[in-house]
């Protein structure tokens, strides 16, 4: 969505009722809400629909829920507010191809392209269940994540990459399994955790000996909250502090959830006598990390729902932001993923989603989202809460501190990037 317009406001808008025009309002907020829209850019967006549309709205947005009051402009500006809307939602999950025809339709309906009415039901439509192929698309981009990350970031052996792989499709089929069923939903990350460690263990006894840790960690990689951070953070930093903390909480529980299944089932299996051969075989020749690349990059396409008109945008924002991490780690004398590197990633990413969201009248978040996925530091803060569970507090502090060290930077090169390059859109 552009930059808010003039106060004044358009005849056909001016005598449109306001209840026509609150009500779209209100389910574009729960679109972009629904699609994973951060807390800051939520209530920009929806303040600047409403003054195109001759409505005064003061937002508050948090990850369950969204308040808006809105007067109308004909009034004045300084008009009581005549509509209060409180919209109680389940938190968000990032869906790029939907997120963008959001975008679209009220971009359309505020340039008079597209009525109210016709606006309103074409968003209502975009709230329909995902289909099967989406759903077993998911799935085969849960597993395609794990191995790549695996072989890129981890750099284990070939038994790991394929361990991690099919792990990570029973995961996906957990996930896409608890959709619709709340109970397991609640404890969905629990259960992932525990059937990745026991799979992991089994395959390690009795199959082939496996770098435990990393085929694990690879496995539950779509799982970790780090993205979560990485938001809870930048909304924090922009005082969006109600949002940010809930956020971060929820993050938390996530992280908390996860190591507590992995230690479950470690020590459920040691109670069963069950001892995986525990070491790492040779990993995977240098030249594996640009096939995985690749593949990681058209996995994450797949996981962040993008249209795949987007899908070589996403990958190419992937593969950028991984790179310019490791060129940040190497001129800085330290090793790739070290803070500089992320910062310059986030920089980068940042400045390049505000110039594509300039050109191309889409949303940033198109660039931002995906590009940022192997820079936040979700797995190095599941070490961390995995080292204090395992009651060694040294190791679990140092890594804490190396996870929050990351988290800054990113948040840090982000920010930059906005200042660097100046956003035109709300989103």
């Known amino acids: 969505m552009p930059e808010a317009a003039p106060l004044s406001v358009p005849v056909s808008f001016a005598t449109t009722a306001i209840n026509t025009r609150i009500a779209f309002l209100a389910e574009l907020a729960r679109r972009l809400h629904q699609y994973g829209t951060t807390a800051p850019r939520l209530e920009t967006a929806i303040a600047r629909s409403a003054q195109r549309l001759g409505l005064a709205a003061d937002v508050w947005s948090s990850p369950t829920a969204i308040i808006v009051s809105f007067a109308d402009l004909a009034q004045g ?77 981890l750099h284990s052996a070939w038994p790991d990459l394929i361990t991690a792989g099919v792990i990570g499709v029973i995961i996906g ?18 259960i992932s955790a525990m059937v990745a460690t026991i799979i992991a263990t089994l395959v390690s006894a009795y199959i082939v000996p496996l770098a435990m840790k990393s085929v694990v960690l690879g496995s539950l990689i779509v799982l970790l909250p780090g993205m979560a951070l990485t938001t809870a953070v930048r909304e924090i930093s922009s005082q969006h502090l109600v949002a940010g903390t809930a956020r971060m909480a929820g993050a938390v529980a996530t992280l908390l959830k996860l190591t507590f299944g992995a230690v479950a089932a470690s020590q459920l299996c040691e109670a069963a006598g069950i001892d995986p051969r525990n070491y790492a075989l040779p990993p995977l020749p240098a030249w594996a990390d640009w096939p995985s690349l690749i593949l990681g990059a058209f996995s994450f396409a797949i996981l962040f729902r993008a249209a795949r008109k987007d899908w070589p945008v996403v990958m190419g924002a992937v593969i950028l932001g991984y790179l310019a991490t490791r060129w940040g780690g190497s001129i800085s004398g330290s090793l790739p993923g070290a803070p500089f590197g992320v910062f310059v990633g986030g920089l980068m990413l940042g400045a390049l989603s505000n110039v594509y969201a300039r050109y191309a009248q889409q949303p940033g978040a198109v660039i931002r989202e995906p590009g940022i996925i192997l820079l936040v530091p979700g797995s190095v803060s599941f070490r961390s809460v995995s080292y204090l569970l395992d009651r060694d507090a040294t190791l679990g502090v140092d890594t804490g501190l190396l996870g929050i060290t990351l988290l800054v930077s990113l948040v840090a090169g982000l920010l930059f990037g906005d200042l660097l390059v100046a956003p035109r859109r709300s989103l």
């Open 77 to 153: 500006e300084d008009g009581v507010a005549q509509v209060t809307q409180v919209m109680r939602l389940p938190p968000g999950d990032v869906n790029l191809a939907r997120l963008c025809e959001a975008d679209r339709i009220a971009d359309a309906v505020i340039d008079g392209q597209l009525e109210l009415r016709e606006g309103f039901h074409l968003l209502r439509k975009l709230g329909a269940p995902d289909s099967f192929r989406e759903k077993l698309g998911l799935v085969a981009s849960y597993g395609l994540c794990a191995a790549s990350v695996v072989a890129l970031l």
């Open 173 to 190: 089929c957990i996930t896409v399994a608890s959709g619709n069923r709340p109970r397991l939903a609640a404890a969905s990350e629990a």
